[in-house]
């Protein structure tokens, strides 16, 4: 989440909570004009929003509280969509924290969304890129010295660009 999308949700949460409606205000049985209200906090407290004879402005008034929230999950959404040119487990991290810990990962086969797989396991690693979307992972210096299964084969090879890297695999 961001200052600009944080800065948003506060703003909706102070005015008002539930539903806004346009009212229309009837003059000898002739629609007059337009008022927004909120059951909640509005009709209460005999507080309503006035937009004269522009029902248009009256509906969008009206609307936009749910307008703006979702706006601003949008933009979380896009900001926060994993699509970070060097994804880091902290891009993870702020990406997840912002949903129930209940939720279950899928891992998707490509960009274009053409498979699907739960999330099941992950190992540390070392990825050396070989094209913008695609690589090879290798064992880390520490796993060769420390298990057997790996031997100095395992290891990246030198002179390539390597990095660190967290491996999730899926279930199939």
């Keep these: 989440m961001s ?3 944080d800065h ?16 229309t205000v009837y003059a000898y049985g002739v629609p007059h004009s337009y008022r927004v209200t909120n059951c909640e906090r509005f009709r209460e407290l005999r507080n309503d929003i006035g937009t004269g004879t522009d029902k248009s402005l009256a509906e969008f008034i009206a609307g936009s509280r749910e307008l703006i929230l979702a706006l601003a999950a949008r933009v979380d959404e896009l900001e926060c969509d ?17 949903y129930p810990l209940d939720h279950r990962i899928v891992l998707s086969s490509d960009a274009e969304g053409n498979d699907y797989s739960p ?18 992972v290798y064992a880390t210096k520490q796993q060769v010295a420390e ?17 660190p890297a967290v491996v999730l695999y899926p279930r199939r």
């Design 8 to 23: 948003a949700r506060a703003s909706v949460s102070s005015v008002a909570d539930g539903e806004w409606e346009v009212d």
């Design 119 to 136: 999330w099941h396991s992950y190992a540390e690693g070392v990825y050396v890129p070989e094209y913008t979307w695609s690589g090879a």
């Design 3 to 5: 200052e600009l999308t």
């Design 147 to 163: 298990d057997d299964d790996y031997t100095e084969d395992d290891l990246p090879p030198g002179g390539e660009e390597a990095f």
């Design 82 to 98: 994993g699509d970070h040119e060097d994804g880091t487990v902290g891009d993870m991290i702020s990406t997840l924290v912002q």
